[in-house]
C-alpha cells in the first residue's frame, strides 16, 4: 500500500511539474521573434520621435539587452547598434544619446518592451550627468508580422511659460 501510495504521489508531482511546463511554453519567444519585435518597436519608434511632444533624433541603440539581434536589421531602419562598452566609454568625455531595451517579456499573448532614451555624459566645463525617459510598447504577432503600438509614456516635461496673468502690469 505504501508503494502504491508513494507511486502515486510521484505521478502527481509528474503531472503538476509538466503541466506548468506546458503553460510557459509560449511565453517563451525565440530570438528570430524577439528580433521582429524589436524592429516593430523601433519602427514606431521613428515615428514617435518625429511626433511633436516627443521630438527626439536618437539613432544609436545600445546592444546591451539585445545581443541577439544583427546590425543590419537596425540599418535598414535607420538605427546603429553600438556596443555598450562603446557608449560607456564616450559619456566619460562628451554627451551622447541612444535607446536602451530595458524589458522584453511576454504578457497576455503579447510582448511588451520598454525602451529607454538616454541622454547621459559630461559636456564641456559642466558636470556629469544622465537623463532618461521610458517608453512601454506591445507588440503582437499579426499575419503581416509583428506589430507595435505605444501603451505607455512619461508624463510631459513641466514647461516654465510663465502665466499670462503674471505678464500684466
Not at 524577439?34 to 523601433?42: Q, R, T, Y
Not at 554627451?95 to 538616454?118: N, Q
Request: hydrophobic share 45%; proline share 5%; glycine share 4%.
Amino acid at each position: 500500500m505504501a508503494k502504491l501510495l508513494s507511486a502515486f504521489s510521484i505521478l502527481l508531482v509528474a503531472g503538476i511539474v509538466v503541466a506548468r511546463g506546458q503553460q510557459t511554453a509560449p511565453d517563451i519567444l525565440s530570438d528570430a521573434a524577439k528580433a521582429a519585435i524589436v524592429e516593430s518597436v523601433l519602427e514606431l519608434e521613428l515615428r514617435t520621435q518625429a511626433s511633436v511632444p516627443d521630438f527626439a533624433n536618437i539613432r544609436k541603440v545600445s546592444s546591451d539587452n539585445i545581443e541577439f539581434i544583427e546590425p543590419s536589421r537596425l540599418s535598414k531602419h535607420a538605427f546603429t547598434l553600438v556596443a555598450a562598452s562603446q557608449l560607456r566609454e564616450s559619456r566619460k568625455d562628451r554627451v551622447v544619446e541612444y535607446l536602451l531595451f530595458r524589458k522584453l517579456f511576454v504578457r497576455d499573448g503579447a510582448a511588451v518592451v520598454i525602451l529607454s532614451r538616454i541622454t547621459e555624459g559630461r559636456p564641456c566645463f559642466g558636470a556629469a550627468f544622465s537623463h532618461e525617459r521610458s517608453y512601454t510598447y506591445e507588440s503582437r504577432r499579426t499575419a503581416g508580422g509583428w506589430v507595435a503600438q505605444l501603451i505607455g509614456k512619461p508624463a510631459p516635461l513641466i514647461s516654465f511659460a510663465p502665466k499670462r496673468s503674471a505678464m500684466r502690469p
